[in-house]
Antibody, heavy 122, light 113 residues
Framework: QVHLQESGPGLVKPSQTLSLTCTVSSGSIDNSNYYWNWIRQRPGKGLEWIGF???????NYNTSLMSRVTISVEKSENQFSLKLTSVTVADTAVYYCARDTIASGVGSFDCWGQGTLVTVSS | DIVMTQSPDSLAVSLGERATINCKSS????????????LTWYQQKPGQPPKLLIY???TRESGVPDRFSGSGSGTDFTLTISSLQAEDVAVYYC?????????FGQGTKLEIK
């Protein structure tokens, strides 16, 4: 059973860069059957898809965040990462990494990390 | 972007009774080439990540109890819990994956009456 775990700073200052890593265990990230996603949930709000990366390195980002987002993969570490630049308090959220599976349709998330709260505050 | 709208925002149902949650998309999420609806349902309990319940609008994820069912096509979808159990108290979200950016409904909070 694959397991995803987010890690990174829980507090980021406004205008700085938010950086998170998702470690994939009990399964290889280098598998073309899966896409690797970041999703966030702002306090008391719903879910917002940030973007995904394929094992090939191809990415797709939410247009609302595209100018500030970079998702990368480190196959040797079985990890993928999120960088969000120029953060504001509006970027305060629980950030989830999640896997989607081609078998059930790219974009349906069958495995999620527990999530990590990132607070943007000075 | 495809806008997903759920109704109601909250719902209280007695144990053993049926719960029905609706989801409407601003455009069709039915892919004509394979006749599949790119619509999922998730369950989220407090302090936990969402859990995939249903994909392709009506296919239950492995391990999901058969009291959960999904129906609908095109722009109108329904999640039904046939006999509500205490452990079903949660927020339920629909999500389209017909096109990026993938978008979610605002959530429906399900409680016990």
């Amino acid at each position: 059973q694959v397991h995803l775990q987010e890690s990174g700073p829980g507090l980021v200052k406004p205008s700085q860069t938010l950086s998170l890593t998702c470690t994939v265990s009990s399964g290889s990230i280098d598998n073309s059957n899966y896409y690797w996603n970041w999703i966030r949930q702002r306090p008391g709000k719903g879910l917002e898809w940030i973007g995904f990366i394929e094992s090939s390195g191809n990415t797709n980002y939410n247009t609302s965040l595209m100018s500030r987002v970079t998702i990368s993969v480190e196959k040797s570490e079985n990890q993928f990462s999120l960088k969000l630049t120029s953060v504001t308090v509006a970027d305060t959220a629980v950030y989830y990494c999640a896997r989607d599976t081609i078998a059930s349709g790219v974009g349906s998330f069958d495995c999620w990390g527990q999530g990590t709260l990132v607070t943007v505050s000075s | 972007d495809i806008v997903m709208t759920q109704s109601p925002d909250s719902l209280a149902v007695s144990l053993g009774e049926r719960a029905t949650i609706n989801c409407k998309s601003s455009q069709s999420v039915l892919y004509s080439s394979n006749k599949k609806n790119y619509l999922t349902w998730y369950q989220q309990k407090p302090g936990q990540p969402p859990k995939l319940l249903i994909y392709w609008a009506s296919t239950r994820e492995s391990g999901v109890p058969d009291r959960f069912s999904g129906s609908g096509s095109g722009t109108d979808f329904t999640l039904t819990i046939s006999s509500l159990q205490a452990e079903d108290v949660a927020v339920y979200y629909c999500q389209q994956y017909y096109d990026t950016p993938y978008t979610f409904g605002q959530g429906t909070k399900l409680e016990i009456k």
